[in-house]
């Protein structure tokens, strides 16, 4: 098909009306809203319309930088030290058994199938990350409330944290070693280690110097200034001292949310209404580039993908759970409410397909097999993910009657600290624009 030029000022417009169009849409017939936004990238994309063709993409390149950026940052701004700390070892007992058994369990799976140790890694650190968006709908949606409703939502806000440092570590090693050739003790943990700490660094302290910045401040309007500022300026120094935008933003994030005295949490709403068209624009770009004849090629591995990551988070949160002495209806439910991948699985795997591309014609393949397997497992995943969430709910009998007033339920989903097993957990959540 011949490609179609357009300018790239008529292309935003299009990009986000949209997007923003089918995922309304998709909303209405109560399917997650982020698949309306890759169904439309797909159809803009060179599967179909051929508008948003590859160079198009490249232009457009700086975009996907800074939503990268962004959805670093909101990872890190969920991550709130105080009720981490609240949370204690139980806790954290069961999110390392659910995130490593599915890391170990899907590389696994993928190794014993395609014999290639770096692709393994990779999808295994791929297949901890969770999205929240559509979990708190369904528990929102079902007036949920109880001990395994906060689990779910403690353990969801740490996913993704763990989950950045974990590609993090597993992508610098890879990358090095295939450009290399080099594999030794030293390159596996140094050099990893050293990307991390460096990105780190950068962003926690432009993290501190810009929440003292923002101490001189009052007006609502020029506090959203330097944190919109912030974030594109970490992008910006991680791109050019090539480390991970989303590693970077997210200690930018981490630190700001939890300075003391930090004024982020007042204008996070705010916040939130500038950067939903940049996630939107982020989630049709990528939609562009999903390649139909590449999907159907790598249709064992995604399932393999789906089912370890499935299994892994069942048997992972099941696992930990029981180390842990946890009431059973955690043990038993929790993997359920753990399903849903969007957003920050998305966001590592594009990171994949364009530090892999430079390398060599068949990392270029590789990254294109890893980001198209990620997208195929999201677009099952999102479906998956709510009606598991549902499952758990229900059969730990924490949904209550749609007739009973659910403001006081929400009102626990957005600021709540409860008991479960003589461990205090606290957990903030927003519903709208998380991924």
């Not at 401040?217 to 506090?223: A, K, Q, S």
């Not at 594109?232 to 791109?239: D, H, N, R, T, V």
Request: aromatic share 8%.
């Amino acid at each position: 098909m011949q490609q179609i030029d357009l300018r790239i000022l008529l292309l935003g417009g299009l990009i986000i009306i949209g997007g923003f169009t089918a995922g309304k849409l998709f909303q209405k017939i109560r399917i997650p809203r982020v698949l309306g936004f890759i169904v439309i990238g797909l159809i803009l994309g060179e599967s179909v319309l051929f508008i948003l063709h590859a160079d198009i993409l490249e232009n457009l390149q700086p975009l996907v930088d800074l939503a990268l950026g962004f959805i670093g940052f909101t990872v890190g701004t969920e991550f709130d030290v105080s009720k981490v700390i609240k949370g204690r070892k139980k806790l954290f007992i069961i999110l390392m058994c659910e995130a490593m058994g599915t890391f170990a369990l899907v590389t696994l799976l993928v190794f014993a199938w395609s014999a290639n140790l770096y692709l393994a890694l990779i999808f295994g650190a791929l297949a901890s990350a969770t999205a929240p968006a559509a979990t708190i709908e369904v528990i929102k949606e079902c007036c949920a409330k109880g001990d395994l409703t906060q689990t779910i939502l403690f353990v969801m806000a740490l996913d993704n944290v763990l989950a950045v440092l974990l590609f993090s570590f597993v992508f610098s090693y890879v990358k090095f070693s295939l450009a290399s050739g080099v594999i030794s003790l030293i390159t596996l943990i140094l050099q990893p280690l050293l990307e991390i700490g460096i990105a780190v660094v950068i962003g926690v302290g432009l993290g501190v110097i810009l929440t003292y910045l923002e101490l001189q401040f009052t007006e609502e309007i020029e506090l959203i200034i330097l944190t919109l500022g912030s974030v594109i300026l970490c992008a910006g120094l991680a791109e050019t001292f090539g480390f991970s935008s989303i590693l970077t933003n997210m200690a930018l994030g981490v630190t700001m949310a939890n300075f003391k005295g930090s004024s982020i949490k007042p204008i996070e709403e705010k916040l939130e209404v500038l950067i939903v068209p940049i996630f939107i624009s982020f989630f049709v770009l990528t939609g562009a580039h999903l390649n139909f004849s590449i999907l159907l090629e790598v249709g064992i591995i995604a399932a393999l993908y789906i089912i370890g990551r499935t299994a892994g988070k069942i048997l992972g949160s099941f696992g930990g759970a029981r180390i842990a002495k946890m009431d059973t209806k955690i043990s038993t439910n929790l993997g359920f409410g753990l399903l849903a991948q969007a957003g920050v699985a998305l966001g590592l795997a594009y990171i994949a397909i364009t530090e892999l591309t430079p390398i060599g014609p068949n990392e270029a393949i590789m990254g294109l097999l890893i980001f198209n397997v990620i997208m195929a497992a999201v677009l099952i995943m999102e479906f998956m993910g709510p009606l598991g969430v549902k499952y758990a709910i229900n059969r730990a009998g924490e949904a209550n009657s749609k007739d009973i007033d659910c403001e006081e339920s929400d009102t626990e989903i957005m600021n709540e600290t409860t008991v479960i097993q003589g461990e205090e957990i606290t957990q903030t959540s927003k519903e709208e624009t998380q991924i």
